[in-house]
Every structure is written in C-alpha cells, then in structure tokens.
T-cell receptor
Framework: DTEVTQTPKHLVMGMTNKKSLKCEQHMGHRAMYWYKQKAKKPPELMFVYSYEKLSINESVPSRFSPECPNSSLLNLHLHALQPEDSALYLC???????????FGPGTRLTVT | KQEVTQIPAALSVPEGENLVLNCSFTDSAIYNLQWFRQDPGKGLTSLLLIQSSQREQTSGRLNASLDKSSGRSTLYIAASQPGDSATYLCAVRLNSGNTPLVFGKGTRLSVIA
C-alpha cells in the first residue's frame, strides 16, 4: 500500500470556524509533511514531523496548528483563517532515508 | 538557499511529438531529484526519482536525466498523448534526512489531439 489519504477532499469554512484536516498513511513512514499550494504556484512547505515530533515549522501563522497523534496520522487544525489561506493543502510522507516522498490527493480549502 | 527553475513555464505540442522539459537548481549538493505530475486541482503523482549518484531513470515513455555538476535535469516524454496534459513539477531534496522537497514552479503541458 503506497497510498496517502486525506480528508475531506473539499472544505469551505468561515473566518470564525474551527476545522481540521486529516492525513493518514499505513506505509510505516516516520516522517510526515504539510504543504500549502496556491493556484498556479508550486507547493510550499509548512511543517515536518519526524517520529511524531515537530521538526520543521516554516514560520507558519499560529492559526494553523499541526498535530501528529501517532505514526500513521497527521492533522492540521484550522482556526480564524483568512480568505488568503484558501489553497490546496497537501500531505506527504516518507521513511527517514527513503528516497521517495509520497503525496496525498490534497484538501481544497476555501475560506469565506 | 536552493532555488529550482523550470523552463518553459508552458508548452503546447501536437499529439505524437517527443518533448523535453527542463529543470535547473542552484546548489548541486542534492540528495535526489524527483519529477511529479499534477492534474488541475489534484495532488501530486510521482513519476521518476533520480538519486544524486545516478544519471538517468526510465519509466515507459518517460526518461529523466540528471547532470548534478551543472545543476540540470531533463524530463523526456516520447510520443506524447493528450492524456499527458498536466503540470510537471521538478523537486530536489538536499539530504537523506527528513528534509522537505524544494519545488520548481512547474511546466504546464498541453498535448493537442
């Protein structure tokens, strides 16, 4: 199984809402990543978790809060977002030292 | 800071043509380079990965080459088909740890039937 799954596929939320994005993999990977991709732009790294610990935070605003409850799951909690946060949010995973980074299909987020 | 550039930004070709997409990177000390395909509004599909010690990788009609010393990679697509229409992204990884990928802006390919 070389699949990374993400839910929901689409999410529309108001600026006062609280929502969460979920990512799951069962490949035994111990590194998981959140990327943000705006239209017609390349993915930009947000967070990296290694062995369930946050190892990289690319100066992401605190309205985005990542969580890695176990080695298979990665969440991104959203609160008080802005319309400019609308984007495709991609999750990826890899094994430390593994060559490939596997991506999920993404969650299309729209903030109204 | 590593920067990845892809040329051209967009390309339109008739069906059946062979084509080459280019990727360049500023820091040649990479661990590997990965080519992805992305359909509009969708996630990334891994196509090929070249380790820093390799020169090329092939998968079906796709061939990727790597010249690490000059900071260049190419993706060759043979006998293009309308189904190949997508954005192709090149990304480099700097070391073998949990370092993230650094992406180029992509090449939008349209194959016209």
């Amino acid at each position: 199984d070389t699949e990374v799954t993400q839910t929901p596929k689409h999410l529309v939320m108001g600026m006062t809402n609280k929502k969460s994005l979920k990512c799951e993999q069962h490949m035994g990977h111990r590194a998981m990543y959140w990327y943000k991709q705006k239209a017609k732009k390349p993915p930009e790294l947000m967070f990296v978790y290694s062995y369930e610990k946050l190892s990289i935070n690319e100066s992401v605003p605190s309205r985005f809060s990542p969580e890695c409850p176990n080695s298979s799951l990665l969440n991104l909690h959203l609160h008080a977002l802005q319309p400019e946060d609308s984007a495709l949010y991609l999750c990826a995973s890899s094994q430390p030292g593994e060559r490939w980074q596997y991506f999920g299909p993404g969650t299309r987020l729209t903030v109204t | 800071k590593q920067e990845v550039t892809q040329i051209p930004a967009a390309l339109s070709v008739p069906e059946g043509e062979n084509l080459v997409l280019n990727c360049s990177f500023t820091d040649s000390a990479i661990y590997n380079l990965q080519w992805f395909r992305q359909d509009p509004g969708k996630g990334l599909t891994s196509l090929l990965l070249i380790q820093s010690s390799q020169r090329e990788q092939t998968s079906g009609r796709l061939n990727a080459s790597l010249d690490k010393s000059s900071g260049r990679s190419t993706l060759y697509i043979a006998a293009s088909q309308p189904g190949d229409s997508a954005t192709y992204l090149c990304a480099v990884r700097l070391n073998s740890g949990n370092t993230p990928l650094v992406f180029g802006k992509g090449t939008r390919l349209s194959v016209i039937a």
